[in-house]
């Protein structure tokens, strides 16, 4: 494959020329190939600023949404995502790291271990609409929770379980094998080596992972309009057991419509979604930060 | 640790050696029993699925859902080909897939084999950041920036496209293909680039004759899991590529997936028990099994082609 032997110091030959070039050209082209990414990103968060900053204000995020763009706000919306937030880390958050502990501290190797392993991480490839589905069936008709905020957190917290589940094993994996040794040289129990030494150490990586996962549910829309909420609502939820809308689902019905000012009223929402997420990001990235000082 | 009674209280018998037992027994159930849960969640939607998709059956042939050419459940006349939604999917993700996947591969090779550390921390952070943005606003971004890119090239694009959405389905998957890729390619060891380097072979030569065939298993495993996750995107595709079952393969015409179809359907009002509301189902559980094969098929190349490396 490669060229005739050719005394060092001599001129380079055209067949190694050609193999230098080559290799310049694909340099620049994997450069240029992440520039993409992060060109879409940028051009992307540019597009939604110019739409929406001119129509962000104190009033639209105190205001309900409207059929006159220029009195709609995201109040309802706003307040659905943090309820739907809360009661979906409440109720994924126990399970979740219950089964991640029993997967990497009590499970033994068998069939059963290893279908449960295989499940969760089929489970995190279902796409989510069809946990939408589930949730109607399920917990909208089946178990008669109705279009509420609890039909709607059960559905987005079994869509991130698996999420969570992973990056908690994860945690738990990392904490080093000797502090088990230690605690239960000691005497403990397993019970009193999972709470004591290999929770707390797991702690900061599960919360962060648990954060990620939720700022996945607050983007979600599909799984919620099959389970019935809605563009339109002029109340801030009261239970969890009400009507409810959320923000990615107030600015879809935004983009529905075809009028000019309406797409600025999407624009205006996703900043403030954004704005969610990013906090949400920031939080678990500090987390990190603290988990690695401390390993 | 026994109390002074004859009888031992509850809170005796607990925190005895028996009563230790029993808790650790209890806690060691409890913790089974949300791990096994996850297992129940898998069966809920197959069974969820499964039970409406066998009614719509009985009154749909299995032929017709397969083979006829027209989607119009909602019409007088019905029809229940699932093909032009089929192909919408396919469409989409195809497109999305023949952006993503060199653009995806090729950021992964630039950040494990070209860019210095300094580089990579910033980079993998900000591509990240792409996988994380919600899909309505990548629906946004298609419907308000992309589609009218489109329309001033090819004037003939209709308002709602499949290329726009399959554009804004590329961007969103690039990180799936990238950061698992990567991991790949860094996976394989530097005594195999070394030995390349030893031999003569510039960057480029052990970065595609020697790294990428090592990490092939894994480059291709990302692959796969793209392009599902590309077939069950929902939002970026219902808000950009249109509601119109449509059975064509231009992407500059507006057509209609798998997941824009749930979404239409559901947003209307569809009674329980009607044949409208389990072509829902139908189409879900279509979709369903489409997913789940290729999740499956991207473990099954990871676990067996796997190159171990010590």
């Known amino acids: 494959m490669s060229g005739p032997p050719r005394p060092i110091g001599s001129a380079e030959s055209a067949f190694d020329r050609r193999r230098r070039i080559y290799g310049l050209v694909f340099a620049w082209l994997c450069g240029f190939a992440t520039l993409v990414g992060v060109a879409a ?27 006159l763009p220029e009195r709609a706000g995201v109040k309802a919306a706003l307040a659905g995502s943090i309820w739907i937030m809360a009661l979906t880390a409440l109720i ?61 957190a059960l559905t987005l917290a079994l869509l991130i379980m698996p999420v969570i589940i992973m990056a908690a094993q994860e945690a738990v994996r990392a904490v080093p094998p000797t502090i088990r040794e230690a605690a239960y040289g000691l005497g403990a129990t397993r019970w009193q080596v999972v709470r004591g030494q290999v929770l707390p150490m797991a702690l900061p990586g599960i919360l962060t992972g648990t954060i990620l996962a939720l700022s996945r549910a607050v983007g979600e829309t599909a799984p919620l309009i099959m389970v019935g909420a809605v563009g339109f609502i002029a109340f801030t ?37 954004l704005a969610l997420l990013l906090t949400m990001n920031a939080i678990a990235i500090v987390l990190r930060n603290r988990a690695q000082r401390h390993s | ?21 029993i808790r650790e ?32 059956f009985r009154e749909v042939s299995i032929g017709e859902f397969l083979t006829s050419t027209r989607w119009e459940p909602m019409f007088q006349e019905q029809h229940f080909g699932v093909l032009p939604l089929l192909v919408g999917s396919v469409l989409v993700a195809g ?30 952070p900000v591509l990240e950041v792409l996988a994380g943005i919600p899909t309505v606003v990548y629906g946004y971004f298609a419907l308000t920036f992309v589609t009218p890119l489109l329309r001033t090239v090819f004037p003939q694009t209709d308002v709602f496209n499949a290329a726009s959405a399959s554009i804004v389905v590329g961007i969103m998957i690039i990180p799936t293909v990238s950061s698992l890729s990567e991991d790949a390619l860094r996976a394989v060891p530097n005594a195999l680039r070394e030995g390349a380097y030893g ?58 997936t798998m997941t824009a179809f749930i979404v239409q359907a559901s947003l209307g009002d569809t009674p329980q028990g009607t044949l409208a509301f389990r072509t829902l189902f139908a189409v879900a559980m279509t979709l369903f099994l489409i997913t789940l094969a290729m999740n499956i098929l991207s473990q099954w190349i990871l ?7 010590q």
């Open chain 2, 1 to 21: 640790m026994a109390s002074h009674e004859g009888a031992p209280s509850v809170q005796a018998v607990l925190s005895g050696k028996r009563g230790r037992r």
């Open chain 1, 92 to 152: 994924a958050f126990p399970v979740s790291v219950a089964a991640a502990i029993y997967l990497e501290e009590y499970a033994p190797r068998s069939w059963l271990t290893k279908t449960i392993q295989t499940n969760i991480a089929n489970l995190a490839g279902i796409p989510s609409i069809v946990y939408g589905i589930l949730g109607l069936a399920l917990f909208v008709r089946a178990l008669g929770l109705d279009r509420s905020i609890l039909s709607g």
């Open chain 2, 199 to 256: 031999l003569g072979a510039t960057k480029l030569e052990v970065a595609t004759r020697v790294v990428v065939p090592g990490a092939l298993s894994g480059i291709i495993a990302s692959f796969i899991l793209a392009i599902s996750r590309a077939v069950g995107e929902t939002m970026a595709v219902t808000i950009a590529a249109g509601n119109l079952p449509n059975l064509t393969l231009n992407p500059l015409e507006s057509i209609q």
């Open chain 2, 95 to 124: 497109g999305a897939g023949v952006i993503a996947l060199p653009l995806g591969l090729m950021t992964a090779i630039f950040l494990s084999e070209y860019s210095g550390p300094r580089l990579r921390k910033v980079l993998k």
């Open chain 2, 25 to 56: 027994a209890a806690i060691r159930g409890a913790l089974f029993a949300c791990a096994a849960a996850s297992t129940l969640v898998t069966v809920g939607v197959v069974l969820v699925l499964l039970g409406e998709t066998v009614a719509f």
């Open chain 1, 237 to 273: 939820p009261q239970g969890v057991m009400d009507q409810f809308t959320v923000l990615p689902l107030q600015i879809y019905s935004w983009i529905s419509r075809p009028q000019d000012e309406f797409r600025e009223l999407a624009a205006a929402g996703i900043i403030v979604l």
């Open chain 1, 41 to 67: 990103l940028a051009v992307l968060l540019v597009d939604v600023l110019i739409d929406g900053l001119p129509r962000l204000d104190v009033a639209f995020l105190t205001s309900f949404a409207s059929r």
């Open chain 2, 303 to 309: 676990a067996r082609f796997r190159e171990e490396y």
